[in-house]
C-alpha cells in the first residue's frame, strides 16, 4: 500500500486520458483544489480509443497508468469514459495507488440526482458495449432503467469543432443519438465521455431543463476531492499547483487543440514523450 | 536492389494503411490483377493517421513497412494519402524492395485529366498541411492551379457508416468542404485520401458532371500494375491470387468493418498481430 504519511499529501494527482477529454475533469481539479498539482497525460499519439478492442484499450490503459505511476502520485485517475467502462471495478488496477475511474462518480451522481430511476448514458462504441454504466447503476439502485447509446460522432465532432448548439450538424447528430433516449423520459443524462462536456449546452438544449446532465469528468474530480479528503491527503500547500502536460504527439498540436477543453490557454508546461519509451517500460 | 527474377514475380504485393481505407486500392488490385498474392495491413490500434504530428505518422509508416517486409514482397503501396503526403519523394522508402504512395499515381491521373488546369485536391489535415499533392502537381504542370481542403471529418463519417448522398449531415458537410474548392471552377477533384471514395457519389453529386473525380488508392492500384509490368514482374500464375489481411487491433471489428470498403465480404484471412511486435522489430 501506499504510504499515507503528510509527505504524501503533497505529491501530485496524476490524471490521464486518451487524448484530451480528460482535461475537462483537471480543469474541474483545478477549480475544486488550486492548491494541487496534476500531472496530465493525453495519449495523443493514439486517441482515439473508443472505436478499439477491449483488449487493445486495457493494453493501452496499462502502458499509461505505468507512465503515470512513474511520477509518484498519491492518486490516479482515469479520466477516460472508455478506460474506465473497460477497467471496470478494478480498484488495484495502478496497484498500491489509489485509483478511480469516471464510471462510479458519475453514476453516483446519477442516482442521487434520479427521480423517477430513469437514467440515459452516452459514450463510446467500447463503453457502451461494456454496460459498464448499466451494471455500475444497478448495483446502487437494482430498479433503476437504464437507456444507453453509443454516440460515434461526438468524439470527432469535438476534436473538429463541430460544436456550437445552432449547428445543423450538431442538431441533426444530437437528434439521431439521443432522440431514443428522450423518448424514454429520463430525467438524468450521463456523459460518459469527457469530450462531452464540449457539446453540454446543445446536449442540454435537445434534452430539455428537466433532465440533469451529469459530466463523468467533473465528477470524476469531486470524488478525488473527497477521497482524498477521507484519506487526510489534501496538499497544504497554501501557494497555486503547478499543472504538467504530457503528450505522445507534437507538443504544438496538444496546444493548439487543448484549449476548448481547458477553458483557456494552457497555465502549465506540455512535454512530448515517446510512446515507445512507455511501451518498452 | 531486389532481386528481379522470375520468382520474385510470384512474390505478393503489400499494401499497408492506417485503417481500412487501403482496402479501396486492394480492391482495385484484385480486380486490375486477380492471379496476384496480396498482403494487407490496417493499423487499426492506431487509426487514423492523419490528425497526427509528421513525425508520429513517419515513424508508424517505418514500423508498418518493416512488418509487411517481413513478408518478402515484390512491392510495397502505402495505401494511404496521409502516409504518401508525408513521405513524399522518398522513393527508398522501403528499402531496395519498390515502394509507391499514392499522391504520384494521383496526381499523374488528374494532370492527364485536367482541361483547365484547375485541380482541387482532399484529405487529412496532415495530407494538405504537407502540400505533397500541390508540389507534385507543379512538378509535371508548373502553371496548375491547385486548390486544396483538409475534409477532416470525412474519414470519421466513412467509419461511422454515414455516407447516403441523401443524407443531411453528408450534404451539409461536403458542401462546407467542397465549397471553397467548387468555386474554382475545378475540373479535376483528387479524392486524396483513401476512405474517401466511399463517400464518391454524394461527391461527384456535389461537384458536378464537368468535374472528374480521381481516387488515389484506385489509381495506385493502376500505377503498380503497370510499374510491374514494365519490370516484367507480373504473375504468371494462372489461378486467382490469395490476399492475407493483418490488423493490429481485433480481427472481429476488421471484419466487421471492411465490407463497405471491399465491397463485398473479405475473401481471405485476417489475423490479428501486436504492435507491440511490430516497434520492438
Redesign the interface.
Known sequence: MADFSVQSSEKAIGVFDSGLGGLTCVSELMKLMPSENIIYFGD???VPYG???K??ILEYARQDVNFIKSFDVKMIIAACGTVSSVVGKQKDFAGDVPFTGVVIPAVQAACAATRNGRIGVIGTAATIRSGAYGKAIRNIRQDAVVIGNAC??F???V??G?TDKND??VK??IKRYLEPIRRENVDVLILGCTHYPILHEAIAEYMGEDVRLISSGAEAAKFTMNMLAGKNMLSERTESGKVSYYT???K??FEANAHAFIGSRLMGEVTQISI?DI??K
Open positions: 495523443t499519439a493514439r472505436t478499439r478492442s483488449e487493445t460515434t460522432m468524439v470527432p465532432m476534436e473538429n463541430i445543423i450538424v441533426e447528430m505522445s504527439d507534437s504544438e498540436l515507445d511501451i518498452q
